[in-house]
């Protein structure tokens, strides 16, 4: 079992024509069931034509009712990423995944506010995100498909690279992933650690999850509360930023100290207070996960 995709999954490719959602269609087609999995793409401008074999729509909605698409993965420019993601919720998709960085603040506002006004069942993973994969099965994203291994740890993360990092560290330790979600690093965004710790808190092939976050808001905070009260699973944690400064934006839109909050101090000791070991080396992550199995 799986949490969000699996070998049964149908993907369609907003951006599928430009540079890097040809690149990383390709590159997903190429890894386990992606050739089977990934059935459509979508631009207004292509309808009729295809990528290497896979047809090409003029939207997400005829891509669905042609192909059986329930998935969508997003790759068009920050311009018109929010109205590609209002697109793929529209068509009442299961899941959208939106790898995009850079869009406006105000743009995801107020597609969340679409969301919500219309009650759209869809997931939105993202934007800023590397998406998520469930080993030997699917990936759908730009993560390295070879560091992965098929296992019971879960791994959801606000960073994309420090998710490659755990999942090596993982691999190297013969630990494989049920699966690994990156939730992405934007202020405004879809699933939160918390969503993601309810899927594997559900899933009978997940024994652990490693929990990654970095400074800013309080997801982290959130999350550690809820693992304190019902999480069924044993959960380790790593906040990036320890040394960031007050006021100044590090990596991410989203990771931002502001009015004294959101730093990783505060949000180690939270983890620590709701049992959710912790450490400040991001090289010790896949040990410490090892040592709460032990």
Known sequence: MSILIDKNTRVVTQGITGKTGQ?????????ANGSACFVAGVNPKRAGENFEGVPIFATVKEAKEQTGANVSVIYVPPAGAADAIWEAVD???????????????????????????????????????PG??????????????????????????????????????????????????????????GLKHIDV???????DETDAVVMIGEIGGN?????????????????????????APPGKRMGHAGAIISGGMGTAQQKLATLEECGIRTTKNPSEIGKLLQSVLT
């Open 91 to 129: 068509a009442d998709l299961d899941l959208v995944i939106c790898i995009t960085e850079g869009i406006p603040v105000r743009d995801m506002v107020v597609v969340r506010d679409q969301m919500r006004k219309h009650g759209k069942r869809a997931l939105l993973l993202g934007p800023n995100c």
């Open 132 to 189: 998520t994969i469930t080993p030997d099965e699917l990936k759908i994203g730009i993560m390295p498909g070879h560091i992965h291994r098929k296992g019971r740890i879960g791994v959801v993360s606000r960073s994309g690279t420090l998710t490659y990092e755990a999942v090596g560290q993982l691999t190297e330790l013969g630990l494989g992933q049920s699966s690994a979600v990156g939730i992405g690093g934007d202020p405004v965004n």
């Open 219 to 243: 997801d982290e905070e959130v999350a550690a509360f809820w693992v304190r009260d019902h999480m069924k699973k044993p959960v380790v944690g790593f906040i990036a930023g320890v040394t």
């Open 23 to 31: 690149f990383h269609t390709r590159v997903c087609r190429e890894y």
């Open 197 to 203: 710790l309810k899927l594997f808190n559900e899933d």
